[in-house]
């Protein structure tokens, strides 16, 4: 299985961003699922393949009258929309009333998305782009499901603080107590950082020396430049070589070392009939 759910703290880190970012360059087909119970913004910033707006009512609303039912992972598809770039997108709730309809519905929607990847018929690893997160946030309720939990954060010190205190909130939750930096339990906890490039060999190494001294579990997976031009390029709201930006090449960096890290854990191929990878932004 191979489900990686992205989630922050507090104040705005670019979860979404680098959600898309890693999505975008992912090596295999994969799913971009909007799963923040506040609400998605993909609708709002991005166009949908067809050159038009989004479906708001077309992804993680739908998706919760089949849910009540059961779900069978390839019913996801069924609620997909792609966008301009190909980059299939479960698309998020429009605000946070509408989280009630998804009561005690994460955990069969966990489970579906970790379960894709076995698919025999249109196999992705999902993405999920869960927000900002706190001890009863639902959809925490998916973590346990999941290969990795990767908690984004910025470098300043306060947003460092509350990382390393998330991540041992979580491996309490996860895990049952405090682990050391050499845990395997599952879900791996990562950070990923949104760093100056400048600055980010040092702040990993101070990073998780913190995490480990701390006994959150976690460590340091790797670091997303701080480049708002290739955020925006990204988003659609400015024009350029996405590609060539500091942000997607960063993104490469961090999926191909999580794919060497994790890799053979996530061994079903993302071929056959359905499977082929998908043409993402930063392709």
Not at 77 to 95: A, F, I, K, R
Not at 162 to 187: E, I, Y
Not at 197 to 219: C, F, I, W, Y
Request: with cysteine; hydrophobic share 45%; charged share 15%.
């Amino acid at each position: 299985m191979a489900l990686i759910a992205l989630a922050a703290d507090k104040g705005s880190p670019g979860v979404t961003t680098a959600a898309v970012a890693l999505a975008a360059v992912w090596p295999r087909r994969v799913l971009l699922a909007e799963t923040d119970p506040a609400g998605g913004d993909l609708v709002y910033r991005s166009a949908a393949a067809h050159g038009g707006p989004l479906n708001p009512n077309t992804g993680m609303l739908s998706i919760a009258a089949t849910a009540r039912r059961g779900l069978v992972p390839d019913q996801l598809w069924d609620h997909v929309q792609p966008l301009s770039g190909g980059l299939e997108v479960l698309v998020g709730l429009g605000n946070a009333e509408q989280a009630a309809g998804l009561a005690g519905l994460w955990p069969t929607l966990g489970r579906a998305f970790a379960h894709l990847a076995d698919s025999p018929n249109a196999p992705a690893d999902v993405i999920a782009d869960c927000g900002r997160i706190a001890g009863d946030t639902p959809a925490v309720e998916m973590f346990s499901q999941a290969a990795l939990v990767l908690l984004i954060s910025r470098t300043e010190p306060e947003a460092i603080a509350r990382v390393r205190d998330r991540a041992a909130a979580l491996t309490a939750k996860l895990h049952g107590g405090a682990r050391g930096a050499a845990s395997l339990a599952t879900p791996l906890i990562g950070v990923i950082l949104i760093a100056d490039p400048g600055e980010s060999a040092k702040l990993v190494h101070q990073v998780n020396d913190m995490l480990v001294h701390a006994q959150t579990g976690a460590r340091v997976v790797g670091t997303l430049a701080d480049d708002p031009s290739g955020a925006d390029q990204l988003a659609g709201r400015k024009r350029g070589r996405l590609d060539k930006s500091l942000l997607i090449r960063s993104a490469r960096k961090v999926t191909a070392d999580l794919y060497q890290q994790f890799g053979a854990a996530w061994a079903v191929p993302a071929g056959g009939p359905g499977g082929q990878p998908t043409a993402g932004a930063g392709r």
